[in-house]
């Protein structure tokens, strides 16, 4: 299964024929593994992996830190809950160290992205602090490279 799983991640799009040869499965047997792995919740979604440099779009990312105070009976679950469902979050994360939460924000500006922190985020009681950080540009996502390295050419050295 754990093959199976790897293969859907680099690419879910690979045609199931394809998929049941290299992990040499029946393709019904195949489609029966992946239907119950999505009826199971293990498979949430499909996504494609978006190089925003070619895309031509102006919304901005952020990685925003949270500070919080667990509530009692709650701990971090209920206060994760309901940042995660404002719309601009993408990701939210329970992380150990000196933050506790970790979020992923996308706004179509900069102003809508402080707006975000300063309306919505830091206005729940349990936040205590936050640390915004803003993406500048995507070497790899997902797995996934945007850029590929290229070699310097290096220039003949002459006497």
């Known amino acids: 299964m754990d093959a199976l799983i790897d293969l859907l991640q680099q690419n879910a799009l690979?045609?199931?024929?394809?998929?049941?040869?290299?992990?040499?499965?029946?393709?019904?047997?195949?489609?029966?593994?992946?239907?119950?792995?999505?009826?199971?919740?293990v498979i949430l979604g499909y996504q494609a992996i978006i190089?925003?440099?070619?895309?031509?779009?102006?919304?901005?990312?952020?990685?925003?830190?949270?500070?919080?105070?667990?509530?009692?009976?709650?701990?971090?679950?209920?206060?994760?809950?309901?940042?995660?469902?404002?719309?601009?979050?993408?990701?939210?994360?329970?992380?150990?160290?000196?933050?506790?939460?970790?979020?992923?924000?996308?706004?179509?500006?900069?102003?809508?992205?402080?707006?975000?922190v300063a309306e919505k985020l830091s206005t729940i009681g349990a936040v205590q602090a936050t640390a915004t950080h803003f993406r500048l540009k995507t070497y790899k996502e997902n797995g996934t490279f945007h850029q590929l390295e290229t070699a310097a050419e290096r220039l003949s050295v002459s006497p």
């Open 51 to 116: 190089n925003r440099e070619k895309w031509d779009t102006e919304k901005v990312t952020a990685i925003i830190e949270v500070k919080i105070t667990p509530e009692r009976d709650g701990g971090f679950d209920r206060i994760a809950s309901r940042i995660a469902k404002f719309e601009e979050v993408q990701s939210c994360y329970l992380v150990s160290g000196g933050y506790d939460l970790l979020i992923v924000i996308e706004a179509a500006s900069l102003r809508n992205a402080a707006a975000f």
């Open 14 to 41: 690979m045609p199931r024929a394809d998929m049941a040869r290299l992990l040499d499965k029946d393709p019904a047997e195949l489609d029966s593994a992946i239907t119950k792995l999505e009826a199971e919740g």
